[in-house]
């Protein structure tokens, strides 16, 4: 016998021991291993509650190129994050409660304010980018906040469960049905959920009108209010406490009646943050929360200015012309905050030197003959 067979005789009753042991093995079935997360998509809805007429703010005739979903889970420190397309977005969700929040574009997409603390739920919060102010007549005010870019909002509170993770077949259905119905009614299939979400625009168009005696003296006009909410809390769909001050440069005047009269009056509009959190409502308010100043540039060059404290005289108003409280989310639907001053501002009567001196006019009477619009300063 050669020493190659002596070897094989030699190791054969470890391979029989080896045969043996794996014959007597428990065989287990090949387990399949399926992830432990429900696929859901949030539509979101921005235009429903978004300004249509055409006297409210025109930013929001048009849909966002993107938007922001974020979103909490209780077992959870740091948000789910996803940025991309307009309207809706899938994400694979597992087991927990989450608290959304929506909003449109991206962190990076918003040029004239911030955002901070944005890893929190409930701290969450943007506010209006600042400048210096530069000139002269309006040194009292250390700096203005920007004009807020257009955005929406929208907030919700969902559970994905264990029942919803283990549907093995496929149906499509909407979350809300799934809550009404139950899962019995659904039994033995699996979901491609869908979420609807609603925004609501988190700023206001803040619209103002005074009536000028004299009008056809004016050369030129800039004003400024103070005590408007300077943001707003995401969670809480509010304002924030903290204010600032708006400039206003893009008055328009019109003549009312017979030029003779030059009795006329002036608009201007921008969009802000509205009023800030609990002055709301006008019985909240000190009439010197809101002070709007005029600086009146004359055809003569000179110069006068006129001090209002216009916090009792600004309204919410709906597209019905009805007053709107401001103060819960439903609330905030095709809403504007007007000022009207409710006297008259007289300003120098300056007779004019020359024909054309002054308002550069578009004489183009209405149909009743008595109001007239000027093409600017």
Excluded at 70 to 90: A, C, F, Y
Excluded at 156 to 173: A, G, L, R
Excluded at 333 to 346: A, M
Aim: with cysteine.
């Amino acid at each position: 016998m050669n020493k190659r067979s002596l070897t094989t005789l030699r190791a054969l009753p470890a391979i029989l021991t080896l045969l043996l042991t794996l014959s007597t093995c428990e065989r287990r079935p090949l387990e399949v291993v399926t992830p432990e997360y429900v696929q859901v998509t949030i539509v979101n809805d921005w235009l429903t509650n978004y300004y249509t007429l055409g006297n409210y703010d025109a930013n929001y005739r048009q849909m966002p190129t993107g938007m922001t979903v974020m979103l909490w889970g209780e077992n959870s420190q740091t948000p789910i994050v996803e940025s991309r397309n307009s309207d809706r977005i899938t994400v694979n969700l597992p087991v927990d409660r989450y608290r959304l929040i929506i909003f449109n574009q991206t962190f990076s997409d918003f040029h004239y304010q911030s955002f901070f603390e944005a890893n929190s739920y409930e701290n969450m919060v943007m506010r209006a980018n600042r400048y210096a102010n530069t000139t002269g007549w309006d040194s009292y005010v250390t700096d203005y906040m920007h004009y807020p870019d257009p955005i929406g909002v929208s907030l919700d509170t969902f559970d994905i469960s264990q029942d919803m993770v283990d549907k093995d077949t496929t149906i499509f259905v909407f979350y809300d049905d799934y809550l009404n119905n139950g899962p019995e009614a659904y039994a033995g299939k699996t979901y491609r959920y869908e979420i609807p979400e609603v925004s609501w625009p988190m700023t206001v168009l803040l619209y103002i009108k005074a009536k000028i005696k004299h009008i056809l003296s004016i050369k030129k006009v800039e004003a400024c209010i103070s005590g408007m909410a300077d943001g707003f809390y995401f969670s809480q769909i509010r304002r924030t406490t903290e204010t600032g001050s708006l400039k206003l440069t893009g008055w328009v005047p019109r003549l009312t009646g017979d030029p003779a009269d030059s009795l006329g009056y002036i608009t201007d509009s921008i969009a802000s943050f509205g009023l800030p959190y609990g002055k709301e409502l006008i019985a909240e308010r000190d009439s010197a929360d809101n002070i709007l100043t005029f600086n009146i540039t004359l055809r003569n060059d000179s110069v006068v200015q006129y001090t209002y404290k216009v916090a009792k005289d600004m309204h919410y108003i709906k597209p019905d012309g009805t007053e709107a409280r401001i103060r819960y989310r439903q609330d905030l639907q095709n809403i504007r905050l007007e000022i009207e001053l409710p006297e008259v501002i007289y300003v120098p009567d300056i007779p004019t030197p020359n024909p054309g001196a002054g308002f550069d006019a578009k004489v183009d009477p209405w149909e009743d003959g008595g109001t007239f619009e000027f093409g600017g300063f």
